[in-house]
């Protein structure tokens, strides 16, 4: 019950708090970490790896990673909210066979639409369970993965559907809209502003932050706390099937278990806490998140031209994983 | 008892938490077998000392004698381990568990990793004829009322036998009736020999059951007395440095032909709530009086629509409010500040604008696009008429006083036009100078219009501010007391269903 002890101490004597704007430091490492670990492990690559500061490298770094980024976005929001959402990857998975399918059976552009439309739907879903039965996210999420997943391999009948040779399906994941940045880019930079935008702009995002922060709060300031909650599934539902289509148009096929599908829904939530977004609810941000698959996008890139053991990678993030979390913790504790 | 060695002595303790000083060179003595009591205001230390003694927080520096002896405890355990407890306002009880296993956590008799249901039985046996408190083993937690659960505590500190209990505002959820029992409790630990130092606001309550007080301000020690030769008064002035009236601010009666504006017509529910009904006017403060656990807040709740009902009616200016939804009330123009404003009615961990725009954001917000400068500008002149220190709107509601806490959920309210302002325990851990403040708000927003529900503990408050007193007992409003007829008496009568009793022994 320290917190209580603080909260009552630091009512009178602010002067010496507002040295520090009412904060200490584990507050500040929380807050900005994961600034000063971006900026300092993008310049140590910089410094010492040669091939690490060109156009081309950076742009793969962005492109392989998009689809992480643009899922993770989304995934913010559920975070913010108070949930957890485990079916990302099973949605990505569903949305770029759905996209496959429907681009040979009917026609590729409504297959890219129909694949992007499969997340939303299925968030519903989730938000259904989550407010209107009230099961808790976790398992909500971890029970209709399942369930996703088991469609996607209905979809494909267990094959990868080719779509390679249609050039307007492949274009969304190969080709350059605006000329000099590849289209994955362009999405995962149009979803993070978007989400950002709406995050610290607008009613919904206020919400969002309220209903994450104390629901029974909200709910007695007359927030429509189920409605906000479950349009967080729906929002992260439709980043995961974004990214999903995104990856399908990439590799030109879709399938039941996509490259990247397995890990997405841990990695999502593994980049959101990197970011510095409390896992707890009602704290947090887009762009922390966007700097936190950027962080983890780069470890990955510096042990590939370093050409190091991936295994002591994963032990990297890891450590990260635990070091932001603790940071969280220790500063909420103060 | 005065030529006893001290139990507990502080020489020099001070604690400093992220740049301020909380307690600042503490040297005091606690006897042996004595109920020592700790006052001051939030914020004035008294806390954070009891906290220090129980091995809860580490001092920064001084030095704590037991027995004679110095210790440095860095954990509760340690500070456990010399016979030292700690019982928090909030109870740190396992609610799924029964008596027995929480009174017993982590002591169990244990054969081999397995409890051993037989050895617990007769460790319960004999603690209970040791403390004869009439708790059932077997009960789980969640279902005894908040002093039985105070039972538990009290019970797990003797089963640890504990010389030295610290009791951290012991009676802030209880009844009048419960204070007095666990007032006998404390005195028949002192009359087996164990020490007690009881940390509360109720400066009567402390006068009565204490041997010896000491006054904090401001972290430092301001005197050491001996009850019996004290007053409040005396102890008010040592508070806060100053005399100051408690006095409540000259009722306003609302004009003679104000219209109603709250009509509440046969409200139940099933074992909650029965048939209330009742009306406020404008300018008229109403006010709810009643044991804890009588339905004062459930009335509250029902009205804004946090709690089901099963029938009954709320009018609002004459229109019909569909019941069961807060989003409704607010929209037909009624407000709640809850009783538990940390759970129930602010983001600790946001900014004083966000927790006070949060109901307005409709009106401050345009085509779904949030305005901050806007919400800044209204949330600092707001902060600033309701005399929040400092008014400013970035900074976390965390970090403010109890009583600076109290005025932002205020403000969330006040911030549009509202018709009904109903507030359950509106001074809840808030210090005596900042009372004073909220209850001349009180009375203004009266003034200016309002229907204003009171709901409170406090039977000085709800007679001080309220123009008429409705008093509950049992889910029913047991009886109105007006004007003259507002005593304490009258509302305790009524409360306990005194009048009833003697009707029906009359009988």
Redesign the interface.
Known sequence: ??????????????A??R??G???IPALARDYGIIVAFVALFVILAITTPNFLTSQNLQNVLDQNAYMGIAACGATLVIIAGGFDLSVGAIFALAGAVAAWVAINVDPVVGLLAGAAVGPVLGVLNGLLVSGVGIHSFLATLASSLAFSGLAVAVTGGFLIDVSSDESFVWLGRGELIPGVRNSILMFALVAVALGLLLS???????V??VG??V?????????TGLITAMTFVICGLTASLAGVLEAAKAGSGQALPGGAAGLALGTIAAVVIGGTSIKG??GAVWRTVLGVLLLALINNAFNILNLQPQWRDILTAAIIVSAVAVNTIAAR? | MTTAPPLVELRDVS?R??????LAGIDMSILAGSIHGLVGE??A?K??LG?IIGG??VPSGGTILIDGERVSYRAPREALADGIAVI???LALVPEMTVADNVFLGTESARGGAVSRPAMRRRWTELEQRAQFGLDPDTIVADLSVAQQQKVEILRAIARDARLIVMDEPTSSLAREETEQLHALVRGLRDDGITIVYVSHFLEEVLALCDTVTVFR??ELVETLDAAGTTVDRLVVGMLGHEMSTTFPAKQPPPAGAETVLSVRGISRAKVLEDISFEVRRGEIVGLAGLVGSGRSEVARAI?G?DPVDSGTVEVDGAPLKLGS??RA??AGIA?A?EDRK????????PQR?NV???N??TL?RL???DRRREDADTRALLAELGVT?PDPA??V?????G?QQKVLFA?WLLRERKVLILDEPTRGVDVGAKRAIYELIVSLAERGLAVVVISSELEEVLGLAHRVLVMRRGRIATELTTDAMSPDAVMHAAFGIDAIESEIAK
């Open positions: 019950m320290t917190t209580d002890t603080a909260t009552e101490t630091t009512a009178a004597p602010a010496a708090a040295f520090t009412g904060r200490d702009r607008t009613l919904y995002g206020r919400y932050y309220a922060g104390n029974e709060a909200a709910r007695l300031s007359g927030v429509r009602g704290q103060r | 604690k938490y992220a740049g301020v000083q909380a939030n914020g230390g806390s954070t906290k809860a927080v928090q306002q909030e401001n972290g804004f946090a807060p989003r607010i929209a709640l809850p759970r129930q009615g602010l983001l600790l961990e946001l966000d725009a949060l109901p954001l409709a917000s779904g696009f949030t400092p900074r976390p965390r970090t403010l006083s109890g600076n969330k």
